[in-house]
Each structure stands twice: as C-alpha cells, then as structure tokens.
C-alpha cells in the first residue's frame, strides 16, 4: 500500500491510521468504535465518519454487533511504510536483482547454509500504479539439516560473529541493503492474509490465490 507523507487517507494523516491499524491489530480482537476511537486519538463523532469510511473500502468487516475485525487489507495497512513511494521501473529493477541474489544464494550453499525455496511479490507492485509504496515480497527460506556437523557448525560461528541466523543472513542478502523499499516478509504470513501474490521465484507450498 503506498502511503506518502502529508497525504490524508480517510481525512487522516497516514502515520496516524497506520498507528491505529497496528494497535487494532496486535489486540487480536474484535473492536467497537470506541476501541477505534481511542486507537485514532479522535473523538467519537470524528471516528465514526472514518470506521465508516474504511468498512465501505473494504479495510473492516462486521463481526458481531456493534463490532468490527480488520480484513487483509486491513493487515496491508497496519504493515506499511510511509515514504516518497518506488516508481514501477524502479521497482522492476529491484525484483531483478532480487531474483538474482537469490540464485545466487542458491549456488553457494556452503557460504549460507540455506537455499531460497521461493520468493513471492504482493501489494502494490500487482496493481497498475505508477509509483509503489515499497516492494513487498514474501520468502520461504529451507536452512541446511541439523544433522550437517559442518554445517551446524558453521551455523554457529557465523551466529557468533554476527548474532544472524541463515536465515536472518539470507533475508538480509535479499533486502539488497534498502530496507526502507524492499521489504521482506516470511511467506507464511502472505499466506495467512490471504492477499493476492505473484511467484516470482521457485514454488510455493499453495497454489496462488
């Protein structure tokens, strides 16, 4: 989702409605519009004009009465970045270099101890905008079997030196040292929201939605 500074959503300013989506959803629970209120930081009347927004474009969705729960897109919402956004041949260059990384990773198995098993891409990128908000991407990393001495063994040193697991070392190689565009997620969160996805590298375990 691309949100940008000083660019109101709902009559909101962005970084105020990602704060109340991630407050509403690390509570993992339904809420009222006094709940929404409070996450907001706005008064009940200025709240519901909002909610009410929000539940017509698809963010919400009626639990019991009077209640509300946050939809994938809700769950878009409360994990994005705000910035200036990512043109769309910028981004296309980047998942290039993604892709390419992670062959990369593939080929030297005894440098990471772990191989890329696919590599999805979500969000904004499958629409038609011309500038994204990021580039969101969800990864299924396998690392090399515990019963590898030498590789456990290397996995514990590299741990050592640099507190990264392969797995953490493999997210970080992919994130191309632009964590502020490139954003990685494990693929099993992509596929618990639901969201639409593009395979882009390898399998997943699912067939696309």
């Known amino acids: 989702m691309n949100l940008r500074p000083g660019e109101l959503v ?35 009347d200025e709240a519901a004009d909002v909610l009410q927004a929000m539940v017509c474009d698809g963010f919400f969705q009626q639990a019991a009465a009077g209640t509300y729960t946050g939809t994938a897109k809700f769950n878009q919402l409360a994990a994005s970045k705000i910035s200036e956004g990512l043109t769309r041949s910028a981004a296309e260059a980047l998942l290039a270099r993604v892709v390419s990384k992670a062959r990369h990773i593939n080929d030297h198995p005894e440098e990471f ?37 030498g590789a456990a063994k290397l996995s514990r040193l590299r741990w050592l030196m640099t507190h990264q697991s392969p797995t953490g070392r493999v997210f970080s190689e992919l994130r191309l040292r632009k964590p502020a565009v490139v954003s990685i997620h494990q693929l099993g969160e992509v596929l618990e929201l639901g969201t639409p996805y593009r395979v882009v590298f390898g399998a997943p375990a699912v067939p696309a939605p």
Request: hydrophobic fraction near 40%; aromatic fraction near 6%.
């Open 113 to 149: 101890q772990a191989r890329v098993d696919c590599i999805v891409v979500f969000g904004s990128y499958l629409g038609d905008k011309p500038v994204l908000g990021d580039l969101d991407l969800g990864v299924r990393v396998s690392e090399a079997p515990r019963g590898d001495a």
């Open 10 to 44: 709902f009559g909101v300013a962005p970084e105020i409605l990602v704060d109340c989506a991630r407050q509403l959803r690390e509570k993992e629970e339904p809420f009222s519009l006094d709940g929404f209120s409070r996450a907001l930081g706005a008064p009940v």
